[in-house]
Each structure stands twice: as C-alpha cells, then as structure tokens.
T-cell receptor
Framework: SQQGEEDPQALSIQEGENATMNCSYK?????LQWYRQNSGRGLVHLIL?????REKHSGRLRVTLDTSKKSSSLLITASRAADTASYFC????????????FGTGTSLTVIP | DSGVTQTPKHLITATGQRVTLRCSPRSGDLSVYWYQQSLDQGLQFLIQYYNGEERAKGNILERFSAQQFPDLHSELNLSSLELGDSALYFC??????????????FGQGTRLTVV
C-alpha cells in the first residue's frame, strides 16, 4: 500500500514552541499534501507540494519534501493552542494518480 | 465551512441493515471522494467519482456501493452492515479529477454506529 506513516504518532509541546512532524511513504509520487483534522471533524487542507519542489511555506507552516528519501516534514512555528489537532500527509502514487492515500496521522497537543 | 455538505451527521443502525450516506460537493467541484475513518484502520480511501463516472477505486468492500448523480451529489450505500463498519465516513470534493493535483475539501462526516 502507498499509505504513508507519520512520525511521531503523538506530540505534546508548549505554546510558542515549534512542532515538527514527519511523513514517510513507499512509492514515487506526483504530489504530497498536508491536512489538519480537529477532533472528529472534517479534514482541512494546509499545503500542497509537488514532487519537483523541495520546500514550501504558508504562514507559520513550512513543508519540505525529499523524494530520494520518500519523506516529507511539516514544521509549525510559534505554535498556538488552536494548532491542537491531528495532522495527516496524503500522497498519490505516480502510476495511479487519481487515488490518494492518507497517513496514520500525528496528534499534536499544544499546551497553553 | 468547506462548502461540502454531508447528511446525516449521525446514524445508528443494527447489523444487517442498509444505509445511504449523502454528499453534496462544493459548487463547481466535479470530483467526489469517499473515505472511511476508523480507529484501527485510519483514513481509508474508498472511491472517487468525476462528473458522474467512477474514476478510482480504493479499499471499498463489495457490500458498499456509490454513485454520483447528474447534479453531482453523491451517495454511498452500505449494506449488510457489520459491527466493524462503525466509523466516520467522509466525503470530499475537488474541482477536477486529478486526485492529488488540487486540494480536496472535506465535509464534516457522517458518524455511523452499527449495533
């Protein structure tokens, strides 16, 4: 399966600190996306990075992609209590571009 | 508000029964995706429709079926329900059928409990 895996499974930090979570996947991809899910609610798109990009920024978010290592990282800087959520990476498989697979998620808790 | 509407929000039903989950995509989106989220399986891709036609199939059981209607809303039918089918079912939509090339907008989900 192409499904990615996030690491760590859970992360707890103090407000103001940075949070880094990683995603590894198995086969070549076209694109990778990061989503956030507040408890029991729908997923919200955060950022999309294409396979020919290495880094992308959006506000306090920084995403990197290393296709040689089949991994991506999401950095949230200056975290806030409102960032408490689960974070998922989603990847496609280059030869079956219409399907995309979510990882297992990182549960982030930001303590005020 | 993502613009994707799912009904009902909660559903409790008995084993062996059949239910229908409904999804209205964002205005202008042609693609609809269905996902199942459970504690032990994570977020599983079930099926994708694009402009009324099935585009991609994931881990969808034979007891499950879906369709997308001419007005682009979609329905996911779950039959012969088992306890293990209890999960959150999400619908997502995107403007095109290129899967990961564009972002997907998710509904708030239908929580299905099979008793």
């Amino acid at each position: 399966s192409q499904q990615g895996e996030e690491d760590p499974q859970a992360l707890s930090i103090q407000e103001g600190e940075n949070a880094t979570m990683n995603c590894s996947y198995k086969t070549s991809i076209n694109n990778l996306q990061w989503y956030r899910q507040n408890s029991g609610r729908g997923l919200v798109h955060l950022i999309l990075i294409r396979s020919n990009e290495r880094e992308k920024h959006s506000g306090r978010l920084r995403v990197t992609l290393d296709t040689s290592k089949k991994s991506s990282s999401l950095l949230i800087t200056a975290s806030r209590a409102a960032d408490t959520a689960s974070y998922f990476c989603a990847t496609d498989a280059r030869d079956t571009g219409n399907q995309f697979y979510f990882g297992t998620g990182t549960s982030l808790t930001v303590i005020p | 508000d993502s613009g994707v509407t799912q009904t009902p929000k909660h559903l409790i039903t008995a084993t062996g029964q059949r239910v229908t989950l409904r999804c209205s995509p964002r205005s202008g989106d042609l693609s609809v995706y269905w996902y199942q989220q459970s504690l032990d399986q994570g977020l599983q891709f079930l099926i994708q429709y694009y402009n009324g036609e099935e585009r991609a199939k994931g881990n969808i059981l034979e007891r499950f079926s879906a369709q997308q209607f001419p007005d682009l809303h979609s329905e996911l039918n779950l039959s012969s329900l088992e306890l293990g089918d209890s999960a959150l079912y999400f619908c997502a939509s995107s403007v095109d059928g290129l899967g990961m090339n564009t972002e997907a907008f998710f509904g708030q989900g239908t929580r299905l409990t099979v008793v």
